[in-house]
Structure formats: C-alpha cells, structure tokens
C-alpha cells in the first residue's frame, strides 16, 4: 500500500495529465470548458474520484458528466500511458460544486459590504 504522500503525488498527476488531455485531446462537446478540481485515489488505487465543474455552472453538470463516463475509457488508457502505476485506477467522475458555491459566498459578501458603506 503507497504511503500518503506517494498518494498525493498520484492524486496531483493524474490532475495534471487529465486537465491537459480534457484540454487538448478530447473533442466531445459535452465536456469543453470542464476542468478538474480535484482528485482523491483510495489507498488500493483501484478507483480515482474526480471532481469537475464548468465554467457555465450546475446547468451543464449532468451533460458534462455523461460525456465524461463516455469517454472515461479512452481517458483512463490515456493517463496509464502517461503516468507509470502498475495498475491504472478505475475514473469515477463527480460533479464539484465548490466553485459555484464561492461566487455565491463572494456574491454575498460583497452586498453586505456595500450595505455597510452605504
């Protein structure tokens, strides 16, 4: 079992290697403009959970994510080929809605602000 800082590292190139293939080698529609937040791999490396968002927000979380499953196959031999493990994790994708969350937060907090002032 890799250790957790070898798990990290893992977690952070497969970020890596799978943000530039979404980027640059995939032309399904459904999943431009989808970016990686995060990526968490179970000790065993048998699955990595990947979390996305998109640019447009929630509206396009279940169109990117069914393009995702579609080509999680091709991407899966496509990060094997780029970052060395003896076996390759299975890729769950899940949508993140962290980013979304943010900008509501700031949306927030800039009102109150500007009602402070006023």
């Known amino acids: 079992m890799p250790s957790g800082i070898r798990i990290k590292r893992i977690e952070e190139r497969i970020q ?10 995939v032309n399904d ?9 995060d990526v968490k791999v179970d000790r065993e490396l ?6 996305v968002s998109a640019v447009e927000g929630a509206s396009r979380a279940e169109e990117a994510l069914a393009g995702l499953n ?14 060395e493990l003896r ?10 809605p962290t980013p979304e969350n943010a900008d509501h937060i700031e949306k927030i907090l800039a ?8």
């Open 29 to 37: 529609p459904r999943v431009r403009q989808v970016f990686v937040t």
């Open 46 to 51: 048998s699955y990595a959970n990947v979390y």
């Open 16 to 25: 890596l290697e799978l943000s530039e293939l979404l980027l640059r080698e």
């Open 111 to 118: 009102d109150l602000k500007n009602k402070r002032t006023e």
């Open 70 to 83: 579609s080509a999680s196959g091709f991407l899966r031999r496509a990060l094997s080929a780029r970052v």
């Open 87 to 96: 076996s390759f994790p299975r890729l769950r994708f899940h949508w993140d």
